[in-house]
């Protein structure tokens, strides 16, 4: 099993609509998440990151936590064709050092 | 403030010479990362230093990849006798342990790559 796992897509969504994209983790003993978002050519940005079970907002995004089943996702509300991107999920390691590892990245496609 | 910043933006090269590549952090950030991307790829992790050392060298592909930094601060990639396959965009991150405004700790900030292409 992979430390972090994404669906590579694309995810084709509607322009208006609801994008959600997924990230599992292995490391049970991760306590915090990021997620990322890269537009062809520039260098990953981060746009979200969350420590507790449940729901984080932050105006269009919303990140969502689930620990015990290891599960992290990511809603962009209302998607706009500036949302296309590839998102990554990070999640760093809980070995009391800075390791982070990134998944693949799911490649989102906003259709206008 | 200042941004992580790479050396050179572009390089090419012909299969078998060496390349350096250089990273300056962002002042204070005691870790540092190298990645490499491949077009239409993920992030490939090289290399993670946690001030001059490097607790994990586990993603370096081979003998020819290496990776120094000095003074907590400043680091260079080094590939020798290079390979067509090492042609891809070398990224480089830092990040620190604590609370910066809006990012928590462990927040990666990267520089804007090295394209490398080997021909």
């Known amino acids: 099993q992979k430390e972090v796992e994404q669906n590579s897509g694309p995810l084709s969504v509607p322009e208006g609509a609801i994008a959600s994209l997924n990230c599992t983790y292995s490391d049970r003993g991760s306590q915090s998440f990021f997620w990322y978002r890269q537009y062809s050519g520039k260098s990953p940005e981060l746009i979200m990151f969350?420590?507790?079970?449940g729901d984080k907002e932050d105006g269009r995004f919303t990140a969502q936590l689930n620990k015990a089943s290891q599960y992290v996702s990511l809603l962009i509300r209302d998607s706009q064709p500036s949302d296309s991107a590839t998102y990554l999920c990070a999640v760093p390691h809980s070995g009391g050092y800075q390791k982070v590892t990134f998944g693949t990245g799911t490649k989102l496609q906003v259709i206008p | 403030g200042a941004g992580v910043s790479q050396s050179p933006s572009n390089k090419v090269t012909e299969k078998g010479k060496d390349v350096e590549l250089r990273c300056d952090p962002i002042?204070?950030?005691?870790?540092l990362y190298w990645y490499r991307q491949s077009l239409g790829q993920g992030l490939e992790f090289l290399i993670y230093f946690q001030g001059n050392s490097a607790p994990d060298k586990s993603g370096l592909p081979s003998d020819r990849f290496s990776a120094e930094r000095t003074g907590g601060s400043v680091s260079t990639l080094t590939i020798q006798r290079t390979q067509q396959e090492d042609s891809a965009v070398y990224l480089c991150?830092?990040?620190?342990?604590?609370?910066?405004?809006?990012?928590?700790?462990?927040?990666?900030?990267f520089g804007p790559g090295t394209r490398l292409t080997v021909l």
């Open positions: 991150a830092s990040s620190q342990p604590a609370f910066s405004g809006f990012a928590p700790p462990d927040t990666q900030y």
């Open positions: 969350i420590y507790s079970n």
């Open positions: 002042s204070g950030h005691t870790a």
